[in-house]
């Protein structure tokens, strides 16, 4: 017999494309529980709602239209964060006050949906809740287009990510082919540490539109290599198109494109490989047209992986459930069978190893010289771009549910 | 009863979302009517493929698949070119190919798809084919994601780029908008002459998703203003949004964003309004994010507008029906009925009136600071977004035709 209380659930870093059919499948499972979960709230702003008591009632009745257009909502409908907890003996200031709300609204399940760091907030919050003897349940619902937390085969999020790439990469092979002779194009895909979006753009491949090199932040990258490769495509095709990650480092590790400014965990804000790699281009003489994907990468809800969705809404319940069961401090992953055909198995693993860990591209999934992928890249990530949504337009424009201003 | 013999039909300038269903609309038309059309070819490559004889006859049942698929591939399926005809008076031998070619493979009817650069290469064929005493009919079929050829109400493909510019906007703001506290995010619009792409960012407001601040080319842009503005929307509402165009210019008529190259006819090359206004707001120490729309705005045929859709395969038909009843020299143009309910008459209008010519976004679209446009931009350019499609996908990733390697 599950506790008897609330349920709180927060959504924390760079939003995805279907972070919020997480949230709809958390919200719609919560419901599900009458006999454990009484009310459900959204923490506003991830753990910040929860720091300054603002959080938000989800009525299953007053909010139905809302949690309706949530599956083709991008952006965090809640609110984001990126606020890092301090380590509790430096400052247990802030571990107080989420214990002293969630004491007041009598949570005892919360179910936050995030990253690395999101998931390192959680096992802190866990291992604190544990000893000041709180009882609540704390469960990890991931969610990063980066797809690199461990544990889990890919993560919600990546396959709508993947999907937008291919074929927002096949599209600009496809329009810059239009001209018989071209130049070289430098596609710049997010991906800070790992290269899981840059070899998505591989998958362009299935309309005969993929890219003559891919570049990972995995790989040392050699400016010299790409150069030469680059032009040796142009001469050849009369076109080239490059896939590279925002992230690329030369064999010091070193950003190619580093900015010189980080964010709030710390990490180096990058920007503008491909502009880096254009002027170089530019200096040799030679045609070129740099392309950063940007934000589309996670917002672009008209263009969404059915598989991908399916799988955030069903992460979201299990991890209700996982909790229900009297799961703490764990992160919901996705384990795959290994036989031909495509399942899931929905499983929880301790945070403690998946929090500040990172799951990088494995060496196999890029070809022999490391500038483009192997088919055990093709094989890993094809089904996770299957199938299509049709998203509700208003006047042709999508319609979004609005929880943070209605 | 019209001419007997053969037609071809031809793709110049940028591509858009739709040229290729405007080729469906001529090739499917032409089919219908062999008591005038023997033989459909396409020129590859544009007026390039009829220069070097490179022709492909486009046939119903071998080419069916691939006709099929047309109307959901973006670029041009046909081939592209920028080339510009010299004057007769300064060179001849190029128009005298062309007659050579036309003679060769009897071409009766030349349909070519293009915005004002292509009208101005079609107005000189056609005056010289009559000055050559070779009866032949030359039509226009409009296109251009830009929107600015005059005549007519607007071009096929502007109503998919205003569709996808402002579903792409609304999930940039949503996206931006997951946390309390944002920064200045300058997104950057195609448009080196006129605003019509850019202001369509405002229909993001049917998702509560507008930008803040719209800028176009007609309006002398004021650094200040926009400093002074943006910072103001920053303050009050913790965000703001900016749409501007890749063609912004100063007071004097420069634009902010000159990076001194010109394109092979003479107009200037364009890029970084954005990252360059942003450059501004780093230097004022504001957070910032530029993003540039960049070629998806003319390649994203996930999400087209159904209305543009339909319109652009009807251009392409009302053409070839146009030059089956002895139309030549001229362009075939949307009228927009001025009653409550959108709809468009298909007329057909001089060449010479229309190539070279520049059709600005009006004055009284944008509101009286010039920083947003105003109501009657709204109501000009919803029902032009109207509707979705659904095309079909591969294994995750578009289908697409492809007529110059298969």
């Keep these: 017999m599950a506790l008897k209380g609330n349920l709180i659930y927060g959504q ?25 979960i009484q009310k459900v709230y959204a923490s506003l702003y991830g753990i910040d709602g929860i720091l300054s008591d603002n959080l938000r009632e989800i009525e299953k009745e007053a909010d139905k239209t809302n949690l309706e257009l949530l599956k083709q909502t991008p952006g965090a409908a809640f609110g984001s964060t990126r606020h890092k907890l301090p380590l509790y003996k430096d400052d247990p200031t802030e571990y107080q006050k989420v214990l002293e709300i969630f004491q007041k609204y009598n949570i005892r399940y919360f179910l936050y949906n995030g990253g690395n760091d999101s998931m390192d907030t959680l096992t802190k919050l866990s291992a604190f809740f544990k000893n000041s003897n709180y009882e609540c349940y704390l469960v990890g619902v991931p969610k990063t287009i980066d797809n690199d937390l461990v544990d889990t085969d890919h993560c919600p999020g990546y396959g709508s990510a993947a999907k937008y790439i291919a074929n927002s990469f096949a599209g600009i092979v496809k329009d810059a082919s239009s001209y018989l002779k071209g130049r070289i194009n430098v596609v710049e895909i997010m991906g800070r540490d790992t ?36 032009k040796a495509v142009l001469a050849k095709k009369g076109h080239a198109f490059v896939a590279v990650s925002e992230g690329i480092r030369d064999n010091q590790g070193a950003f190619v494109a580093d900015n010189g400014t980080v964010d709030a965990f710390g990490h180096p804000q990058l920007g503008g490989a491909a502009s880096y790699l254009c002027s170089l281009l530019t200096q040799e003489g030679i045609k070129n047209r740099a392309i950063e994907l940007s934000l589309a990468q996670r917002s672009a809800s008209y ?51 998946i929090g500040g860990q990172i799951k990088y ?25 299957q199938g299509e949504v049709s998203p509700s337009y208003n006047n042709g424009v999508l319609a979004f549910a609005d929880f943070l201003h209605n």
């Design 12 to 36: 924390s870093g760079g939003p995805t494309g279907v972070i919020n059919s997480s949230a709809y499948g958390v919200i719609s499972e919560a419901f599900k529980h009458p006999e454990a």
């Design 303 to 353: 263009i969404l992986s059915k598989a991908d969705q399916e799988e955030a809404v069903r992460a979201g319940q299990e991890a209700v459930l996982a909790a229900l069961r009297g799961i703490d401090g764990e992160m919901l992953c996705f384990l795959r069978d290994k036989l031909d055909f495509y399942s899931l198995l929905y499983k929880t693993f301790p945070l403690k190893e």
């Design 195 to 230: 290269g899981w979006l840059t070899a998505a753009a591989s998958l362009a491949g299935l309309s005969d539109c993929a890219p003559d090199l891919i570049y990972v932040p995995e790989i040392p990258f050699s400016v010299n290599d790409f150069l030469a490769d680059s």
């Design 361 to 385: 591209l494995p060496r196999t999934m890029m070809n022999g010289k490391g500038n483009n992928v192997s088919s055990e890249f093709i094989t890993y990530a094809l089904p996770l771009i």
